[in-house]
């Protein structure tokens, strides 16, 4: 869900009466300047987790391959020890 960016100046003292309000309004993808005395002070902005690819390729890679590993191999387990497996968990 991207929204445009707005911004909006408050004053610390809105800022902090309201500051609920302005979370929320944060979190819809707004970005808050907060002043003092008309001067900047802060800026409320919403998160952006950053993602290193190269870290995340590593994962994705990790993943694929035990995912292929098994397709390859199968559980490793015959049908009696699944079956005993799954009665073992209804006790």
């Not at 993808?29 to 002043?35: A, H, P």
């Amino acid at each position: 869900m991207s929204q445009k960016s707005t911004t909006t100046s408050v004053g610390a003292f809105d800022a902090k009466t309201k500051l609920s309000e302005l979370l929320d309004r944060v979190e819809n993808g707004e970005v808050i300047v907060i002043t003092r005395h008309g001067t900047p002070i802060a800026k409320l902005a919403p998160y952006d987790i950053e993602i290193d690819p190269k870290k995340a390729q590593k994962a994705i890679d990790g993943i694929l391959a035990v995912r292929n590993a098994f397709l390859k191999t199968g559980p490793g387990l015959s049908q009696d020890e699944i079956k005993a497996s799954i009665n073992q968990g209804r006790r």
